[in-house]
């Protein structure tokens, strides 16, 4: 939704169009949208004032869409709605009282955006041990969130920690990982059986990316993160290996498709498809963008 969001805007209004952060994490698209005219920022100051600005879907703090208003900038918002949900649930827990653990990675632009909506609310732990360090006092009330694009199996022994420290802690039994993210994780776990060597085609800022690549590790098998053919090292396989390839939520299904044409070129090898699942959601337009009828599928 993003990425065709982010290629209306350029046609429909033409460039320059500003993003606040990377619209996804992944090189190839970045570079694609930056041929184009879209401009990548980081704060808000970088955006000459009355000019067009995307909220990337990872999404951003209540303080830059005040910003944003403050500098009279017309915004566009791509935010995931999965991400968005958790931003509703930080406030709403806010303002019953709740202290909210968020499990996720510091830093992460999510992690960034969904902690500013009640800072003085929230404390992140990124492992166990973080969790084992909290300090709560006997009758605060507890809730667990987490960021979207996390391991599965991880983060459901740091919520079996989180509830057997704070019994009465309230938070969803599958937490908020999004659907996309735990359909490639089911994917390689399902898939793994005989393979020896995982591919995972994305970028090393993309967080699902990189929870794949350590999920084929964790099960004892070689893996490799990467951004596209190019970044294959083709001297590192043998010729007659099996091949597990998958790829990160936002990378494009071209750049795969190069990534399974260079080892048939290579190697001869032979191809075989398997579906783990079918994913029917689609994520509608902004309504920022409901007027504009066609959107190209590029990726």
């Known amino acids: 939704m993003a990425v065709k969001t982010l290629d209306a805007v350029l046609r429909y209004f033409g460039k320059p169009v500003y993003v606040y952060h990377e619209i996804v994490h992944n090189t190839w698209v970045v570079d694609y949208f930056r041929q184009r005219g879209a401009c990548f920022v980081d ?42 949900s958790v ?12 202290s909210i653990i968020l499990i996720g990675h510091r830093g992460h632009d999510e992690v960034n955006g969904t902690m500013n909506e009640a800072p003085e609310s ?47 802690i309230a938070g969803h039994t599958d937490a908020n990982i999004c659907y996309a ?19 995972v085609v994305g970028s090393r800022t993309s967080s699902n990316s990189r929870r794949l690549a350590e999920l084929a590790e964790s099960l004892g098998i070689c893996s490799y993160l ?11 396989l043998r010729g007659n290996e099996t091949i597990l390839i998958t790829a990160g939520a936002s990378a494009p299904e071209q750049i795969v ?21 079918i994913e029917s959601l689609a994520f509608q337009l902004p309504k920022e963008l409901a007027e504009i009828e066609s959107v190209s599928d590029l990726f």
């Open 43 to 84: 704060s808000i100051d970088h955006v000459p004032v009355g000019s067009r600005l995307m909220f990337s879907a990872h999404g951003v703090s209540p303080n830059v869409r005040l910003q944003a208003l403050e500098r009279n900038i017309k915004t566009i918002d791509a935010t995931c709605p999965l991400v968005n």
């Open 122 to 168: 929230i404390q992140v732990v990124e492992n166990e041990q973080e969790i084992a360090n909290l300090s709560f006092q006997p009758d605060e009330k507890l809730v667990y969130l987490t960021q979207t694009t996390l391991s599965v199996e991880e983060t459901a022994k740091m919520i079996k920690l989180l509830r057997q420290r704070f019994p009465t």
């Open 181 to 199: 993210t735990q359909n490639r994780q089911n994917a390689v776990r399902q898939l793994s059986v005989g393979v020896d060597v995982v591919l």
């Open 226 to 236: 990467v951004d596209g053919p190019n970044d294959i090292v083709l001297e590192l």
């Open 257 to 277: 498709q190069d990534c399974v044409q260079i080892l048939q070129n290579q190697f001869q090898a032979t191809v075989e498809e398997k579906t783990t699942c």
């Open 87 to 98: 931003h509703r649930a930080v406030i709403r827990y806010a303002a019953k009282g709740y």
